[in-house]
């Protein structure tokens, strides 16, 4: 199949207004509704009325007048994922002002690039760190007149500021707001170069957040009937983040912020914020599935747990292969041997996600089929999606009739895909942004009557559910002309528990080869099993026994491809690929050249 697009929803995307107006209508017409939820000094999660957050944002929002910004600036925010995120984005809408994320970890360089390119007036940090990086580049920005420090007071600085001024003039600019408004800015990961800023309307992020609301609202709850709640541990400079942050507001969702994708902080706040749902990348389920795996292994139920992960697996398949009309569904010893685990297991990976979660949605990168189907059969639906910065986070997700595992789903509805001649995937749908700000060479290199070409590669299957394959950009070519999409490979590798990280090289090389990472919370647990001491990393990297382990991931991996494709031999690394070392971007993606750049003599070692 080249094309499929689904049936646009019976609801007319608005014609008027822009996003921050969701929280004055949400307050006028319940103002006692819980909307948000927010730890005090002690920790403890306060609910927050919805009257109380429009309040909130309406003093933010008189104080950022009364400082000086006007409709149509732009101001950047650089945090980690937190309430005052939030307040800020809103409060800024509310005046027409356009907000420019930042991710927390951005380099002095980065961070300059940023706010000049987008002529930032004003920017929020979290605290003097970030303040000393936009510091050390103040002088090469000349538009820059305001930073404020959320660690330091900003919002009860800007409150203050703004006592004087009438909510008339607030409502004046919110008023002026359209849907085709510029809403915000957000820079590319900038894997394959510098940063390209999208332009993201009101409108794009409204048509986005709403259809997923229509279509699936009814899987945002636990049960019939509850509050609707989830935990937002994604960054919210990223789109992913914002689209959650935006839909949960425009929802009605219970939100509640996180600024700690490590497991060891975020999962005890999803056990005390007990979310109904909850939206993360594939990395967060393999920890809480490694977790959950070790945890059997240190109580010496590791046999039990192998076995009731085959159960769940094999329920869940024979329940998708039910929902598409191609078998019976689970048979009578199997509904009995997966009621056996419910108790015993399957209830205890949900309540380390809080308890209450009956679905989730992941996207951001690939998640391994069996990890999906794992978790569909412990009584958590994971739906796959797809998106880019440029489409406004997801463009395709699983149906909640019929998620078909290991594919990203169909064209949300409104939308279309199609699979171009050369096998790229393209979309066409009104979350689409409108071009790369200030780069029209770059915005009609990738925009095409209203088409947005990707970078990725896929397929459609005859239902229209999507398939990516691997990147464009990154196809490996080797000296024998044999095309290979690396990505597949390095998934299949890093399902294996030990395995944190996995990069296939082989561009202009005689064959494949792979650098490989590990995952040190697993592999000290894997150690201790074996009753081996504690290994250092110069030490790991050359014991025998883990690279047998990393070995077998690799041969299961090249069962799924020709020989001509398969890895032939790999390297294990000391330490993994970081962020800090400008070897992955803030959403967690390998950067390939800066890879094999500072791991020259490591590739170039698998080729001797």
């Known amino acids: 199949m080249r094309e499929f697009t689904s049936p646009p929803l019976a609801a007319a995307p608005p014609h008027s207004g822009g996003l921050a107006d969701a929280v004055y209508d949400h307050a006028e017409a319940a103002p006692d509704r819980v909307a948000l939820g927010r730890k005090d000094a002690e920790g403890h999660w306060q609910d927050v009325t919805s009257a109380e ?38 409060a800024l809408w509310s005046i027409g002002v356009q907000s420019v994320p930042v991710y927390s970890t951005s380099s002095a360089e980065q961070i300059w690039w940023m706010l000049y390119d987008a002529e930032v007036v004003a920017c929020v940090v ?5 303040a000393m990086s936009v510091g050390s580049v ?37 008023a002026a707001v359209r849907p085709d408004g510029i809403a915000t800015i957000i820079y590319t990961s900038g894997t394959t170069g510098r940063p390209k800023g999208c332009v993201i ?37 990223h789109v992913f983040g914002r689209m959650v942050e935006i839909a949960a507001i425009r929802g009605r969702v219970k939100l509640g912020h996180q600024p700690e994708l490590r497991a060891s902080a975020l999962l005890p706040d999803l056990v005390a914020f007990r979310p109904s749902f909850i939206l993360a990348v594939p990395y967060i389920f393999e920890k809480v599935y490694s977790a959950a795996r070790r945890k059997a292994e240190r109580d010496g139920k590791l046999g039990p747990f192998e076995k009731a992960i085959d159960v769940a697996v094999r329920y869940a398949e024979a329940m998708e292969h039910r929902a598409f009309s191609i078998g019976p569904g689970p048979s009578a010893s199997l509904r009995v041997q997966h009621q056996f685990f419910e108790k015993a297991v399957y209830s205890k990976v949900r309540a380390a996600m809080g308890g209450r979660v009956r679905h989730a949605f992941s996207g951001g990168s690939a ?20 998106g880019l ?13 019929r998620a078909r595992y290991g594919t990203v789903g169909q064209p949300i509805p409104g939308s279309s895909v199609y699979i171009a001649p050369d096998g790229e995937v393209w979309l066409h749908g009104g979350m689409v942004f409108s071009g790369y700000l200030g780069d029209p060479k770059a915005s009609d290199a990738v925009l095409h009557d209203g088409w947005l070409a990707t970078g990725d590669l896929g397929a459609l299957d005859e239902d229209g559910y999507l398939t990516i394959t691997g990147r464009k950009k990154e196809i490996l070519v080797t000296s024998g002309g044999k095309s290979v999409s690396p990505t597949a490979l390095e998934e299949r590798v890093r399902a294996h528990p030990l395995v944190a990280q996995c990069i296939v090289v082989g561009n202009d090389r005689p064959y494949i080869a792979a650098l490989v990472t590990v995952d040190q919370e697993s592999v000290d647990h894997w150690l201790s099993v074996q009753g081996k001491p504690p290994l250092k990393s ?47 971007t803030p959403s967690l993606k390998l950067k390939r050249k800066a890879i094999e750049a500072a791991y020259t003599r490591e590739v170039e070692a698998l080729y001797r």
């Open 53 to 90: 957050f429009r309040d909130q944002v309406l003093a933010l929002a008189k104080g950022l007048l009364a400082e000086g910004l006007r409709f149509g600036d732009r101001v950047a925010i650089m945090s980690r994922t937190r309430y005052e995120w939030t307040l800020f984005d809103f």
């Open 126 to 130: 979290e605290h003097e760190d970030h």
């Open 138 to 174: 103040i002088d090469r920005l000349p538009l820059l007149k305001r930073l404020w420090q959320l660690d330091a007071g900003a919002v009860d600085e800007l409150v203050a500021a703004g006592a004087g001024i009438e909510d008339a003039a607030v409502h004046r600019n919110r």
């Open 201 to 237: 309307t009101h409108g794009n992020f409204m048509y986005e957040a709403d259809t997923v609301i229509h279509r699936w609202e009814p899987v945002f709850h636990s049960r019939p009937g509850d509050q609707a709640s989830t935990l937002l541990f994604l960054p919210l400079a």
């Open 367 to 386: 998640m391994d089929r069996r990890l999906g189907l794992f978790f569909e059969g412990a009584g958590v639906t994971v739906f796959e999606g797809y």
């Open 389 to 401: 910065t440029e489409s406004c986070a997801a463009a395709t997700v699983n149906p909640p009739e």
């Open 538 to 584: 110069a030490d790991l990297v050359r014991d025998p026994d883990l690279e047998m382990e990393v070995r077998r991931a690799v041969v299961a991996a090249n069962t799924a491809v020709s020989q001509a494709e398969s890895i032939r031999t790999f390297r294990i690394l000391a330490h993994p690929f970081s962020e800090e070392h400008g070897l992955l």
